[in-house]
């Protein structure tokens, strides 16, 4: 069954880091488009961040605007799994953060993944 899994989700202060893990089965994520992405209460779902297929190298990156200068996305090949590293959280940030993935490529495109995590809820508040 292919499945993907998030976690790192929790109460955070404003200015405070988290670190958010995607993790699969049934499926290799190291060939694969994966992305982030969130919803917050009464918002609509917004990309955070996505990585294209490894190709040698951890792939090419993509980042919201307002998160390129303290998000990274990254991937752990040998785990199987893909992080967001969040930085300098502002309570802005609070939602619920969703990996993606999809067998056709889509980061770079307006084209949304078909594959997606049950999401894990990350809160910014003091």
């Known amino acids: 069954q292919v499945q993907l899994v998030e976690s790192g989700g929790t109460l955070v202060q404003p200015g405070g880091s988290l670190r958010l893990s995607c993790s699969a089965s049934g499926i290799s994520l190291k060939i694969l488009h994966v992305g982030w992405f969130r919803q917050a209460p009464g918002k609509e779902r917004e990309r955070v961040s996505c990585?294209?297929?490894?190709?040698?190298?951890?792939?090419?990156?993509y980042y919201a605007d307002s998160m390129k200068d303290r998000f990274t996305i990254s991937r752990d090949n040998a785990k199987n799994t893909v992080y967001l590293q969040m930085n300098s959280l502002k309570p802005e940030d609070t939602a619920v953060y969703y990996c993606?993935?999809?067998?056709?490529?889509?980061?770079?495109?307006?084209?949304?993944?078909?594959?997606w995590g049950q999401g894990t809820q990350v809160t910014v508040s003091s």
């Open positions: 990585i294209s297929s490894w190709d040698g190298t951890d792939g090419t990156t």
């Open positions: 993606a993935t999809d067998t056709e490529s889509w980061c770079g495109t307006p084209i949304n993944p078909g594959l």
